[in-house]
Every structure is written in C-alpha cells, then in structure tokens.
C-alpha cells in the first residue's frame, strides 16, 4: 500500500511538472516576440520568437505519452507473461493500449510524406528523416487528441465506472 502511495504521489508531481514546464511554454510563446515580423514571399509575417521552443516541447510531450505507453505495455505483457493468467483487469486493458499505440504509430509512419517543404522563411525542408518525424508526430497528436476526447466523453457518460 506504502509503494503504491508513492506511485501516486510520483506520477502526481511528474504530471504538475509538466504542466508548469507547459504553461511557461505558452505564456513564452502567446507572450514574448509577437512584435517581430519577418518578410517573405511579399507579405509581412508574425514571427513569434518561442515558435522552436514551443514545436520542442511538443514534439517532448508526445514522445513522453508514446514512449511511457509503450513502456508501460512491454513491461505489462512481460508481467502477464510470467504470471500466464490475467489476474487483474487493467492488465488485459493495458495489452489494448499498447497495441492500439503501435499501431498508430505505424500507421503514421506509412502515411508520413517525404516531400520537400518549403519554410516561411523561403528555405526548402529536404531531409526524409526530419519530415517523417514531423508527420508522425503531428499524425501522432491527432489520434491522441481524439483518443482522449472520447475517453474524456465515455467517462463523463459513466461507461468507465467500476462494476460491483
């Protein structure tokens, strides 16, 4: 019981960390540099100076969610392995998990272009790696998104309550 309270409180000061690294983020990106314009292409563009800081720090967050999913799947099915029966539940629900992440993440490697990108700054994006990375993670974060949107709606709708 002791070990599992430190889990909680682990996961809870984790979780707020991230969430003031996040809000410092924003208020640098939606607060600082908004002034700065750049000219390209003939017209005068916005040119806020956190943009790499706050595209970083996405790019972070959703390699953190991927990367503890898969972790935390691995090392659910080792333990299911060992056991060979499933003793509790969520471990049959985290097996779900697991491979639902996988397969986004293939998926969006598949779907993920190679087509040169032009910047706003006018210079040409070529390198394969760097826009498969990007349209994985941007493919990544949609799916996301939409996951926990319907996980947020069937909890609120009491499909996720404990049955006695």
Do not use: H
């Given at each position: 019981?002791?070990?599992?309270?430190?889990?909680?409180?682990?996961?809870?000061?984790?979780?707020?960390?991230?969430?003031?690294?996040?809000?410092v983020?924003?208020?640098?990106?939606?607060?600082?540099?908004?002034?700065?314009?750049t000219?390209?292409?003939?017209?005068n563009?916005?040119?806020?100076?956190?943009?790499?800081?706050?595209?970083?720090?996405?790019?972070?967050?959703?390699?953190?969610?991927?990367?503890?999913?898969?972790?935390?799947?691995?090392v659910?099915?080792?333990?299911?392995?060992?056991?060979?029966?499933?003793?509790?539940?969520?471990?049959?629900?985290?097996?779900?998990?697991?491979?639902?992440?996988?397969i986004?993440?293939?998926?969006?490697?598949?779907?993920s272009?190679?087509?040169?990108?032009?910047?706003?700054?006018?210079?040409?994006?070529?390198?394969?790696?760097?826009?498969?990375?990007?349209?994985?993670c941007?493919?990544?974060?949609?799916?996301?998104?939409?996951?926990?949107?319907?996980?947020?709606?069937?909890?609120?709708l009491?499909?996720?309550?404990?049955?006695?």
């Amino acid at each position: 019981m002791e070990n599992e309270n430190k889990q909680i409180k682990a996961s809870k000061w984790a979780l707020g960390i991230l969430f003031v690294l996040s809000a410092v983020v924003l208020v640098l990106f939606f607060g600082v540099g908004y002034g700065n314009t750049t000219y390209s292409n003939g017209k005068n563009l916005t040119d806020p100076q956190f943009t790499g800081l706050l595209l970083i720090w996405l790019y972070a967050l959703v390699g953190i969610c991927v990367l503890s999913v898969l972790g935390f799947g691995i090392v659910a099915a080792i333990r299911n392995f060992k056991t060979k029966t499933a003793t509790q539940q969520r471990t049959g629900f985290a097996g779900w998990v697991f491979l639902f992440t996988f397969i986004v993440l293939v998926v969006s490697y598949f779907l993920s272009s190679t087509t040169p990108v032009r910047k706003g700054d006018g210079e040409l994006v070529k390198t394969a790696w760097e826009l498969q990375i990007s349209d994985v993670c941007l493919y990544s974060i949609y799916a996301l998104v939409v996951v926990s949107i319907i996980c947020s709606v069937l909890s609120m709708l009491g499909i996720f309550k404990a049955r006695k």
